[in-house]
């Protein structure tokens, strides 16, 4: 099956620029998340969908991150303005939902944002 | 609040020696345990699970895990490692549906 595909695999911004990152989870994942993992630290959940609503943003710093998923599919997250600490590598995950499934997540490669 | 505490940030060791990385976590409920491994220039990717059933699980490449539910630990084993076990080791716990807690990772290198 194909895997969680992520784009772009790398970008530079200066600080206070905007950035967005695309994620296509695998097909029939119902659940999807987004991972932020700062170098030399193991990844920190950002934000999670079941379908297209969220169920847990708690550690999603909302005055800048923002994530979208339309028509329970893909999803973008965006970070606007960016600080300098918002360089990390930005990991999305997809699981199915049911017992079976749930919680075992299959990563894309991820997007290293670098912030300058 | 789930956490996950490993023990060793870095672990060195020649081929064929034996492998334990430490994993201890704090989760309110029942938990599911996970290693997974992120091999040089790859992704992510799943070594073992444990939901509930036989503490004693088996994962892909000769790997296994032990929860002891009393010391609320679930540390990685494998009896003799390949230089190709290079890798990022990182242990992590979650509940139902729940997003996965990390731990800062091992970075384990074995030298030939």
């Known amino acids: 099956e194909a895997g969680v595909a992520q784009s772009p695999r790398y970008k530079i911004i200066e600080k206070r620029q905007s950035v967005a990152f695309w994620c296509n989870p695998i097909s029939g994942h119902a659940t999807l998340y987004w991972y932020q993992q700062i170098l030399g630290q193991g990844p920190k959940l950002l934000i999670q969908?079941?379908?297209?609503?969220?169920?847990?943003d708690s550690q999603l710093p909302k005055d800048r991150f923002s994530a979208e998923r339309l028509k329970g599919v893909d999803s973008t997250l965006k970070i606007q303005p960016a600080k300098l600490e918002d360089s990390a590598v930005y990991l999305c995950?997809?699981?199915?939902?049911?017992?079976?499934?749930?919680?075992?997540?299959?990563f894309g490669a991820g997007s290293r944002l670098t912030v300058l | 609040a789930q956490s996950v505490s490993q023990h060793n940030h870095h672990v060195i060791l020649s081929e064929a020696a034996s492998l334990e990385l430490g994993c201890n976590y704090s989760?309110?409920?029942?938990?599911?345990l996970f290693w997974y491994v992120q091999y040089p220039g790859q992704h992510l990717q799943l070594l073992l699970k444990y939901f509930s059933g036989d503490p004693l699980v088996k994962g892909i490449k000769g790997f296994e895990a032990e929860f002891i539910k009393s010391k609320f630990s679930f540390n990685l084993r494998k009896p003799s490692v390949q230089w190709s076990d290079t890798a990022e080791y990182f242990c992590a716990v979650g509940g139902g549906a729940d997003g996965l807690t990390f731990g800062k990772g091992t970075h384990l290198i074995i030298q030939p």
């Open positions: 995950a997809s699981s199915l939902w049911g017992a079976s499934g749930a919680n075992v997540l299959t």
């Open positions: 969908f079941q379908n297209n609503g969220v169920v847990d």
């Open positions: 989760y309110g409920g029942t938990v599911n």
